[in-house]
């Protein structure tokens, strides 16, 4: 067993083996197997404090789940359209506030500026603000 004192954070990899969790701590040389994912962090942390002969209090373990390339592709992807909409969500929101005043400066009611555009006469006083 090593009794070298790892750096401050101890790195490790969880990876999905059948219905379990296969954990390595490549820093120790060694790792564990979970029965959940919940079960993960104290594994881990169980394994390096054994490892280490010390309480698990003292060991700080980050574990990092092992996904397919692909699904990692395809949340990045899903992640960067979310942005997209947000951006445009705010442009949006720019260009309606825009509409309403432009309505409002040539002498349309908040009643007109309602129906012309299908929202709530309070809707519109929003859109004033």
Same mark, same amino acid.
């Given at each position: ?6 750096s ?24 564990? /197997?979970?029965?959940?994912v ?46 997209v ?36 006469? /309070? ?7």
């Open positions: 067993m090593s009794t070298a004192i790892p401050a954070v101890i790195e490790a990899t969880a990876t999905l083996r059948g219905k379990g969790w296969a954990i390595d701590i490549p820093e120790l040389g060694t790792g564990g /197997q979970a029965s959940t919940k079960r993960i962090d104290a594994t881990a942390t169980e394994v390096a404090a054994l490892w280490l002969h010390r309480s698990p209090e003292d060991v700080d373990v980050n574990v990092t789940l092992q996904i397919p390339d692909e699904t990692l592709v395809i949340w990045g992807s899903a992640q960067e359209l979310c942005e909409a947000r951006a445009a969500t705010l442009e949006a929101a720019v260009l309606r506030k825009r509409a309403v005043q432009g309505l409002r400066e040539q002498g349309y009611t908040l009643d007109a500026v309602a129906r012309a555009f299908g929202i709530s006469t /309070q809707r519109a006083h929003q859109l004033t603000q």
